[in-house]
């Protein structure tokens, strides 16, 4: 009998572990009733590289639920989340990282500080004052404050200011501290239309300056697709991954881009998933 000759054992396939990572979540809360909300239901979700990830999903499916938790931010009386894991850099997160910062449709910028006090604002807690010397932090929020063009407002205060630019001091305050992991929830929502667009452009450019994962929650087909790297689209509740589109085509893209055939058949397909999820209101289609 002629002898098997040896199989080559595979060659080990080193896997870079994901920026971050969300596995098998799910999230419920006990309504007034004492019945139980399942919101999120076994939602895996990971980020390999600096990249801008739209979400989008029905009004009251889970969006921001799921946003504050990537975040590691947790309700006081709620166990988050009620299983599953989330994980930056291969590591659990159990509470508010460092390297994650969360930017809001409310910017609450500080109002008794200026536009150069609320961007250096974050030095002054101690993880920070360890991480950056106080020459390097006060370099950055210039450097900072040139890229969002607000250089000559440094002094101004967030009254001062229209909510374009509060949204800008938002922004500095968050890339200041070279995030790994920035997390926006709808922070145009509240924007008229020309300003929410250079919004959208500012974000591209920054990105590109400061690569980190995006994860940005947003009810405009428009936006997901004119900003995001990768589109993932959420059912009503309990929120579940429908649909998880990548776009080849790298940003800035342009409104000439969303009237091609390419963005077209995106935006009727992400559309389609939002009308057959139910999408109770407050779903914008601006195509
Ligand atoms: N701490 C909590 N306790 C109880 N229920 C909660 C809590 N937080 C959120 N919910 C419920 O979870 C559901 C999802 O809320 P969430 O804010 O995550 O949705 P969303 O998709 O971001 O909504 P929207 O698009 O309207 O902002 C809602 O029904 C909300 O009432």
Redesign the pocket.
């Known amino acids: 009998m002629s002898a098997v000759p040896p199989v080559a054992a595979p060659a080990a396939v080193s896997k870079a572990k994901p920026l971050l990572a969300a596995t098998d979540i799910v999230q419920e809360?006990l309504q007034p009733d004492g019945k139980t909300?399942r919101?999120l239901d076994g939602v895996s979700l990971s980020f390999e590289a600096p990249s801008i990830n739209m979400l989008l999903?029905a009004?009251?499916?889970?969006?921001?639920?799921l946003l504050r938790m990537l975040g590691g931010v947790r309700?006081w009386n709620?166990k988050t989340p009620t299983s599953g894991r989330v994980e930056i850099d291969g590591v659990p997160c159990e509470g508010p990282h460092p390297d994650t910062v969360m930017v809001f449709q409310h910017y609450a910028n500080r109002p008794d500080l200026t536009v150069w006090q609320n961007v250096m604002y974050p030095f002054s807690f101690a993880e920070w004052k360890r991480r950056v010397p106080e020459k390097e932090a006060r370099e950055r929020v210039d450097q900072m404050l040139q890229e969002v063009g607000l250089a000559d407002k440094r002094d101004q205060y967030p009254s001062q200011l229209s909510g374009g630019q509060n949204q800008r001091v938002a922004l500095a305050r968050a890339l200041v501290l070279r995030p790994k992991v920035l997390l926006m929830d709808e922070p145009f929502g509240a924007l008229d239309a020309q300003t929410r667009s250079n919004m959208q452009s500012l974000l591209c450019k920054l990105h590109a300056a400061h690569p980190c994962v995006v994860v940005f929650?947003t009810?405009d087909v428009t936006e997901a697709l004119l900003v995001g790297d990768r589109v993932i689209v959420l059912s009503s509740?309990p929120a579940r991954i429908i649909e998880d589109i990548h776009i080849p085509l790298r940003q800035p893209r342009s409104a000439d881009w969303l009237m091609s055939a390419e963005a077209r058949q995106l935006h009727e397909q992400i559309v389609g998933h939002l009308r057959a999820t139910g999408g109770r209101g407050?779903l914008r289609v601006t195509v």
């Open positions: 809360y909300l919101v999903g009004s009251g499916c889970g969006k921001s639920t309700p709620v929650v009810h509740q407050n």
